[in-house]
T-cell receptor
Framework: EDQVTQSPEALRLQEGESSSLNCSYT??????LFWYRQDPGKGPEFLFT???AGEEKEKERLKATLTKKESFLHITAPKPEDSATYLC??????????FGAGTRLTVKP | DGGITQSPKYLFRKEGQNVTLSCEQN?????MYWYRQDPGQGLRLIYY???????QKGDIAEGYSVSREKKESFPLTVTSAQKNPTAFYLC???????????FGQGTRLTVV
């Protein structure tokens, strides 16, 4: 069974304190690696899709990178409004899309 | 506006009843997905469909059924065989180029 594992489970940062979230995935048959943000009681909001090792994408304070076996979501100088759960998902050749359990990020002012 | 709509937002079910959750999209996407999310957990795949009249089971399909008679619609029925149905249900659709998946705002199902 394809696996997606995220770490840490929870992360508390001070405003301005940069950090990274990790997503490791089953490599075989990967078509795309997705990052989402989810606020409580809402559906996930799309952030990035990565397709090949070495690829990077940025949006405001967020940057996603992909290696051969894991992906990182780097958060630079976070603000309290960045507090949310960040989800990683991997799509495979059979088109199913599997999610990790998420990292719950809290940014304190 | 284009998007994906789930209804109802909240749903209460008595034990032993079947209920159907609606998911409609006007994005012209071929692929659609149903996920279940329990408190503090990630999304678990129930069913997905790549084209009309075709769907595949995910990891936790037991006690659920789906249909895909139209491209725009992918309803999920939670049957009485699902022993622990209280959860947050999310529907998604994906572009043909698999560049991103769009999610609805979810249906919170509670068994009373």
């Amino acid at each position: 069974e394809d696996q997606v594992t995220q770490s840490p489970e929870a992360l508390r940062l001070q405003e301005g304190e940069s950090s990274s979230l990790n997503c490791s995935y089953t490599v075989s048959g990967l078509r795309g690696l997705f990052w989402y943000r989810q606020d409580p009681g809402k559906g996930p909001e799309f952030l990035f899709t990565l397709y090949s090792a070495g690829e990077e994408k940025e949006k405001e304070r967020l940057k996603a990178t992909l290696t051969k076996k894991e992906s990182f979501l780097h958060i630079t100088a976070p603000k309290p409004e960045d507090s949310a759960t960040y989800l990683c998902a991997a799509q495979y050749n059979n088109n199913d899309m599997r999610f990790g359990a998420g990292t719950r990020l809290t940014v304190k002012p | 506006d284009g998007g994906i709509t789930q209804s109802p937002k909240y749903l209460f079910r008595k034990e032993g009843q079947n209920v159907t959750l609606s998911c409609e999209q006007n994005l012209n996407h071929d692929a659609m997905y149903w996920y279940r999310q329990d408190p503090g957990q990630g999304l678990r795949l129930i069913y997905y469909s790549q084209i009309v009249n075709d769907f595949q089971k995910g990891d936790i399909a037991e006690g659920y059924s789906v249909s895909r008679e139209k491209k725009e619609s992918f309803p999920l029925t939670v049957t009485s065989a699902q022993k622990n149905p209280t959860a947050f249900y999310l529907c998604a659709s994906m572009t043909g180029r698999n560049t991103e998946a769009f999610f609805g705002q979810g249906t919170r199902l509670t068994v009373v």
